[in-house]
């Protein structure tokens, strides 16, 4: 099992930036891909991005490509989401999620984060 402590959300006017920080302890982190997801009121929890464990491979929500970049550290038990360009869409509580499989479905992630909330205003 490994435990995940999402930071850096807040507020932010639309065109900002943000840089979501995802720290975990626990299982070796660097055994375990990584996946970052939203979920706006009302509606289903989404992928927004997903790395590798080895870092070299990650894979993009059309909705956020090009403007999102996932990054880890393992090292520093981290996994990162730079934010760019954001939009008044993507106002939402963003959860960190390890899994043992490269997938961009929630329920194949057994080890979630309680979320940082986003919010993007116009």
């Known amino acids: 099992q490994v435990q995940l402590v999402e930071s850096g959300g807040g507020l932010v006017q639309g065109g900002g930036s943000l840089r979501l920080s995802c720290a975990a302890s626990?299982?070796?982190?660097?055994?375990?891909?990584m996946g970052w997801f939203r979920q706006a009121p009302g509606k289903e929890r989404e992928f927004v991005a997903l790395?590798?464990?080895?870092?070299?491979?990650?894979s993009y929500a059309d909705s956020v490509k090009g403007r999102f970049t996932i990054s880890r550290d393992n090292a520093k038990n981290t996994v990162y989401l730079q934010m760019n360009s954001l939009e008044p869409e993507d106002t939402a509580a963003y959860y960190c999620?390890?899994?043992?499989?490269?997938?961009?479905?929630?329920?194949?992630?057994?080890?979630w984060g309680q979320g940082t909330q986003v919010t993007v205003s116009s």
């Open positions: 626990g299982r070796a982190f660097a055994n375990y891909d």
């Open positions: 790395i590798a464990r080895s870092g070299d491979v990650t």
């Open positions: 999620a390890a899994t043992q499989y490269y997938s961009r479905k929630p329920t194949l992630y057994n080890d």
